[in-house]
């Protein structure tokens, strides 16, 4: 026959194999959830299913099976106490419908912890975005159970770096309000010492100490509140004035004061739980130790975002990172930085334009251009940033390799990582699995290190606390019931406290005498997102 003959054939029957309705209902014939995918009558629907349990009652129970009426076909397959219902027309495929169905009746227990009415009527949404990614307008999409998962996801790389920021912004707000809690304390215990030292004059030296830290205090929140980079900070730093206010008026008491941190304290760990920032999936890295700030205060962050395949080959590598300056003493704002730049990766550097960008090219030292002019007081100016992004896989500082093979229904997976950089230390290392759900929990043969099963979330987190060149390679296999593509993406985290650029700032000097000053400096490696699709 003509080629344009075989497809008007095949277009006139595939016209016909619709899927009207996918259904879920009790033994009993009640319906707990009902989509469908052409236009009906919700009389229809409903005397359609009102009809199914009549026609069911003399079938032997097997593992699936279908009736018919004489307009519609009932293809279903028994879930415990309920059915998996797919109501089509009787001109469709049949084995297409039972295929389908085998995947309805795994997208149920996907998203369903124990296949109870109750846990349905739970999830009724949730399963009713699965079963639309399964059928358009009556016709089966071709995906697999991972693909529905990640579409029903809809994951937002957008969010992720908005809750980053903010969970940065909220520890660094909570650093703060502990460092300032210890300087009260400090104070107020030299203005006790003062004070038995000057016998009856050290009551109202107390009164005087406490007046000027409620007006310092004020000053602090006020500056903060100039910048607009710590808008976020500043904020809740305001928020807490009051409180700050009245432990000051409680008294000269060493004990009020350590009321007062224990109280800061408390805040601050609502602040960081309230947030809920872990990404979706996983566990993400906590952010670096805070370390004692001194008047000038240098901070190294840097970004990494990875996305590998999973049979090998980078897809891309991207690192950002910055260099901010932050002064908190007027006295130091004229300086200059010599910065060791050790970088043999091939970075993009690029110093802020009021930065002089010849003499920190040719000799490594970050000045402003203008003769006389200083660094802004109070607030954090990004001097230098860089930028590297590449595809070769030896700018990896972690790889990882997951071996899949299915077995009679099972799957064995092989998981692996080595250590690409030999001289970085990677801490609060986490490696999330996806896994297949409603399988119960993966049988763990070996592994190095930790691991923890998420039921609810369907993952399998793989810790380790640091992998350095004492153990740069490590394994973990486990065996589940599912098929290959179930294992991912799998998704990595970590954090390190050195730069990958390898640049830090050396020596800083004052300007007008060139003498070297104290400078304290904190370097923090993080992971934005590191996928293995």
């Not at 009549?54 to 099976?65: C, E, I, N, W, Y």
């Not at 159970?145 to 957008?158: C, K, N, P, V, Y």
């Not at 520890?171 to 003062?194: P, S, T, V």
């Not at 030292?197 to 100490?209: C, M, N, P, Y």
């Amino acid at each position: 026959a003509p080629a344009f003959f075989q497809t008007n054939v095949f277009e006139t029957f595939d016209s016909e194999m619709v899927l009207l309705a996918a259904a879920i209902c009790t033994r009993a014939g009640k319906p707990l959830i009902s989509r469908q995918f052409v236009e009906m009558s919700r009389s229809r629907i409903e005397g359609l299913l009102a009809a199914f349990p009549k026609l069911v009652g003399g079938v032997k129970q097997v593992q699936h099976t279908f009736v018919e009426t004489e307009s519609v076909r009932y293809v279903y397959q028994p879930l415990e106490k309920m059915y998996m219902v797919l109501i089509t027309t009787k001109a469709s495929n049949i084995l297409e419908d039972l295929e389908t169905l085998r995947l309805f009746g795994r997208v149920v227990p996907e998203y369903c912890s124990s296949l109870e009415e109750s846990e349905v009527c739970q999830n009724a949404y949730e399963l009713i975005f699965a079963f639309d990614e399964i059928v358009a307008l009556g016709y089966r999409e071709n995906v697999n159970l991972a693909q529905i998962r990640t579409f029903t996801e809809m994951d937002s790389h957008e969010e992720k770096m908005f809750k980053a920021v903010r969970q940065t912004q909220m520890e660094e707000a909570k650093a703060i309000m502990k460092q300032r809690a210890k300087e009260l304390n400090q104070i107020k215990k030299e203005a006790q010492r003062g004070g038995r030292a000057k016998g009856f004059a050290g009551g109202i030296g107390s009164g005087d100490v406490s007046s000027h830290l409620i007006e310092e205090s004020r000053l602090s929140s006020s500056t903060r509140q100039t910048s607009s980079y710590e808008s976020s900070r500043s904020s809740l730093s305001s928020s807490k004035q009051p409180t700050l206010s009245k432990a000051l008026r409680l008294g000269g008491k060493t004990k009020d004061v350590d009321s007062f941190v224990d109280k800061l304290r408390s805040e601050g760990t609502d602040v960081s739980t309230s947030s809920q920032l872990r990404v979706s999936k996983g566990a993400a890295p906590p952010p670096a130790p805070t370390v004692r700030s001194e008047s000038i205060h240098i901070r190294v962050e840097e970004k990494l975002s990875v996305e590998a395949g999973r049979d090998g080959g980078l897809t891309n590598l991207e690192i950002l990172g910055i260099m901010r300056l932050r002064i908190t003493d007027p006295t130091y704002s004229q300086v200059r930085l010599l910065v060791q730049n050790n970088d043999s990766k091939g970075f993009q550097l690029q110093t802020h334009p009021n930065v002089d960008k010849k003499r920190f090219l040719n000799d490594g030292v970050v000045t402003l251009k203008q003769e006389g002019k200083g660094f802004p007081v109070n607030n954090d100016v990004g001097v230098v940033k860089w930028r590297l992004q590449t595809t070769d896989e030896a700018h990896i500082p972690l790889t990882i390799n997951c071996w899949p093979s299915e077995s009679h229904g099972n799957c064995e997976v092989n998981i692996e990582y080595e250590l690409q950089q030999d001289d970085m230390e990677l801490q609060d290392v986490h490696v999330t699995i996806p896994i297949p759900g409603g399988v119960g929990a993966p049988k763990v043969a070996s592994c190095d290190g930790e691991y923890k099963h998420n039921s609810k979330k369907n993952t399998l987190t793989w810790s380790l606390p640091v992998i350095d060149e004492s153990n740069k390679n490590g394994s973990m296999e486990f065996t589940i019931p599912g098929r290959s593509d179930d294992f991912f993406p799998i998704q990595v985290y970590f954090a390190a406290v050195r730069s990958y650029c390898d640049i830090q700032v050396s020596e800083v000097q004052l300007i007008e005498t060139e003498k070297s000053v104290r400078f304290s400096s904190e370097t923090s490696l993080l992971v934005e997102q590191y996928n293995i699709v």
